[in-house]
C-alpha cells in the first residue's frame, strides 16, 4: 500500500496501544465480586471475552448493557472500584502496550508525523498511563472522553482538529474510531488484533493484525 498524505495520527488507546485485557478483566472480577458480598448480583463466572468486549466503549455504554438497572450513583461506586484496581495494578508494572509499539511510535515519529491518541476514558486513566509508559515523549497531545463529558469521538474531533495539522488518519480497533474516519472523511486504521467484533472494522481503509504494521502504511 502506497504511504498516506497525513500529517496528524489520531490513536484509539485501549486495544490499539495498550493490551488492556490484561488490567481490565482481573479489575472487572474483583468488582463484580464486591458487587455479589453486597447482595446486588449473582454469583457467577466470567470469561475474558465476555468482559472484553466492553474494552473502547465509554462507561456509560458498559454500564447500560451490563445492568442498566443500577442507580447512577451505585455505576459510579463500582466503576471508580474498576478503575482503582486497574491503577494499582498498573503501578504494580502489570500494564503492557502491544510488542513493538514503542518502536513504531519512535518509527512514526521519526517520519515527522504528528501523533494524539484519543480515548473513551477517564482522564484519571489516561495520564496514569502517561506517567507509566512515559506517552508524552511520543504524542502532541491526549484527548480522554472524560473530560468532553464523555461525547461521542467524532464530536471531540473538531477540537483536536483546530489544535493538530491535518489531513489526519483514525487507527483503532472498535466502531467509535470507524465513526470519527467515516463521519469526517478520514482515511482509517482498523486494528484486527484488538477487542472489537471484526465487523466494526468492515469500513476501515486498511487493516493490520500488529501495530508494528503501521511502519509500512505511513
Known amino acids: 500500500m502506497d504511504r498516506q498524505p497525513v500529517s496528524t495520527l489520531i490513536f484509539d488507546y485501549d486495544g490499539t496501544l495498550h493490551d488492556s485485557g490484561r488490567l481490565y478483566a482481573p479489575a472487572f472480577r474483583h468488582m463484580y465480586a464486591q458487587m455479589v458480598a453486597d447482595g446486588i448480583a449473582p454469583a457467577r463466572g466470567w470469561d475474558d471475552a465476555e468482559i472484553n468486549r466492553w474494552l473502547g466503549c465509554t462507561a ?7 445492568r ?22 498498573l503501578r504494580r508494572g502489570e500494564g503492557c502496550l502491544y510488542p513493538g509499539t514503542e518502536e513504531t511510535l519512535a518509527d512514526l515519529q521519526g517520519k515527522g508525523y504528528h501523533m494524539v491518541v ?4 477517564h482522564p484519571s486513566y489516561l495520564q496514569a498511563h502517561r506517567e507509566a509508559f512515559g506517552l508524552d515523549r511520543f504524542f502532541d497531545g491526549f484527548y480522554a472522553a472524560g473530560a468532553y463529558q464523555f461525547q461521542p469521538k467524532e464530536k471531540i474531533f473538531p477540537i483536536l482538529a483546530q489544535r493538530h495539522p491535518g489531513p489526519f488518519a483514525v ?16 482515511f482509517s486504521v482498523g486494528c484486527r488484533y484488538g477487542y472489537g467484533r471484526q465487523e466494526e472494522l468492515l469500513d476501515a481503509s486498511c487493516r493490520i493484525d500488529a501495530v508494528t504494521q503501521l511502519q509500512d502504511i505511513f
Open 60 to 66: 456509560e455504554e458498559m454500564w447500560r448493557e451490563f
Open 171 to 186: 487507527i483503532g480497533d472498535r466502531r467509535h474510531d470507524m465513526e470519527v474516519a467515516r463521519v469526517h472523511g478520514l
Open 118 to 121: 484519543l480515548s473513551n476514558c
Open 68 to 89: 442498566p438497572d443500577l442507580p447512577p450513583e451505585q455505576a459510579q461506586k463500582y466503576g471508580r472500584m474498576i478503575g482503582e484496581w486497574e491503577n494499582d495494578a
